[in-house]
């Protein structure tokens, strides 16, 4: 049971190129969600989805797209990468739609560099 | 908008000491916190978490303490250890909700 999965580990772009970051969860979960964590920052949620076949936006969604592919993977796409986007990004999971008490499960992270 | 944060962004503590981190949130409506703890270079990791119809909740070594007509949570660590050095996030989930929004951290130092 590896829990939540990310790749790449580190990725450099340079400005306008694209990129999809994956992630995957063997836990069975139906939520899954994509943070972005600046220093000093707290995270910040870019879009999840709830269920398969269902994403909504979160708090800082410009710039990304995401696809649920299936019930175990959750991407996230940046079509044009733009240094603002230079960040550590974090694939969570957590094990329903709807709980009152839903702990995230979080992957090792992506640590991006947008030159 | 609705915002979590917390009071010390770095706390130092002698090895075996109690620490405590504290956090406020603004958000009325949220019904569940947890506290994270995240390492050098890894992902954030599950601590501890309290629903909003508890006052007090204990783990091993850890204890949150939530109070709710201020709006503040507490993370107390008893006898700190070398490996409790890390940041620590709260987190915080609206009612009815599934997003979780979080603080910005704090950075604990354990001196030996």
């Known amino acids: 049971n590896a829990g939540v999965t990310q790749t790449p580990k580190f990725q450099v772009l340079k400005t306008g190129q694209s990129m999809t970051l994956q992630c995957a969860q063997d836990m069975n979960h139906n939520s899954m969600y994509w943070y972005r964590q600046d220093p000093g920052m707290g995270l910040r949620l870019i879009y999840y989805s709830a269920s398969e076949g269902t994403t909504d936006k979160g708090e800082v969604p410009n710039g990304y797209n995401v696809s649920r592919l299936n019930k175990r993977e959750f991407s996230l796409r940046l079509e044009s990468a733009a240094p603002s986007q230079t960040s550590v990004y974090f694939c969570a999971s957590s094990p329903s739609r709807t709980s009152s008490t839903d702990t995230q499960y979080f992957g090792p992270g992506t640590r991006l560099t947008v030159l | 908008g609705e915002s979590v944060g917390l009071h010390l962004p770095t706390l130092s503590v002698q090895e075996g000491d109690n620490s405590i981190i504290n956090c406020a949130y603004s958000?009325?409506?949220?019904?569940?916190f947890i506290w994270y703890k995240q390492e050098s270079g890894k992902g954030p990791q599950f601590i501890i978490d309290?629903?909003?119809?508890?006052d007090k909740r204990q783990g091993q070594r850890v204890t949150v303490l939530l109070n709710k007509t201020v709006k503040h949570l507490s993370l107390q660590i008893a006898a700190t250890q070398p490996g409790d050095s890390a940041v620590y996030f709260c987190a915080e989930r609206e009612a009815a909700g599934n997003k979780l929004t979080f603080g910005g951290g704090t950075r604990v130092l354990v001196k030996p």
């Open positions: 958000n009325s409506a949220s019904d569940y």
């Open positions: 309290i629903r909003s119809n508890m």
